[in-house]
């Protein structure tokens, strides 16, 4: 039994444009593809974040693990094998996959808030990611990040 509340599934719609924003793409360019106002997609976002228990003005690369641990999307399939990451990089990975503030990624990273910026190059250097969106939807692909969100605890008599 889990403490969250039971995750919306998206509709179809709702699936393509979070699909999309998992593939790379942005609002506008959701928008341009599909035909919709740039307001229409940026609702879409808005309902996707709300469904799935996001926080309102969390960042993008937020998000997209809260979509793809929920398992309503899938991360697009990379040939790009993946990378072994030591403790401290697997644990700045789930930081900025989970929390959107500096002060929380540098908490939950174990790390001096001054050095996060410097530990992130680092490890998108090691994934070859382009930002740090890509690297949470690349650490899905490989595996390396969980299919649950941390926040989402279970009861000690379903462990």
Same mark, same amino acid.
């Given at each position: 039994?889990?403490?969250?509340?039971?995750?919306?599934?998206?509709?179809?719609?709702?699936?393509?444009?979070?699909? *999309?924003?998992?593939?790379?793409?942005?609002?506008?360019?959701?928008?341009? =593809?599909?035909?919709?106002? /740039?307001?229409?997609?940026?609702?879409?976002?808005?309902?996707?974040?709300?469904?799935?228990?996001?926080?309102?003005?969390?960042?993008? *690369?937020?998000?997209?693990?809260?979509?793809?641990?929920? %398992?309503?999307?899938?991360?697009? @399939?990379?040939?790009?094998?993946?990378?072994?990451?030591?403790?401290? *990089?697997?644990?700045?990975?789930?930081?900025?996959?989970?929390?959107? +503030?500096?002060?929380?990624?540098?908490?939950?990273?174990? /790390? +001096?808030?001054?050095?996060?910026?410097?530990?992130? %190059?680092?490890?998108?250097?090691?994934?070859?990611?382009?930002?740090?969106? *890509?690297?949470?939807?690349?650490?899905? +692909?490989?595996?390396?990040?969980?299919?649950?969100? @941390?926040?989402?605890?279970?009861? %000690?008599?379903? =462990?």
């Amino acid at each position: 039994m889990t403490t969250s509340a039971p995750i919306t599934p998206l509709n179809p719609a709702e699936h393509r444009v979070a699909q *999309q924003l998992v593939d790379g793409l942005s609002t506008r360019e959701i928008a341009v =593809r599909s035909g919709l106002s /740039i307001h229409t997609v940026r609702e879409y976002v808005r309902v996707i974040r709300q469904s799935l228990h996001c926080p309102p003005r969390c960042k993008l *690369q937020v998000l997209m693990h809260f979509v793809l641990a929920s %398992g309503q999307v899938t991360p697009p @399939a990379t040939e790009r094998p993946a990378p072994v990451l030591n403790e401290a *990089q697997g644990l700045l990975l789930r930081a900025v996959a989970e929390h959107s +503030a500096s002060g929380d990624v540098a908490l939950a990273a174990r /790390i +001096a808030p001054a050095d996060v910026r410097s530990a992130l %190059g680092e490890l998108l250097d090691k994934t070859g990611a382009d930002d740090v969106t *890509q690297l949470v939807v690349l650490a899905h +692909a490989w595996g390396l990040l969980g299919t649950r969100p @941390a926040d989402t605890v279970e009861s %000690g008599a379903a =462990r």
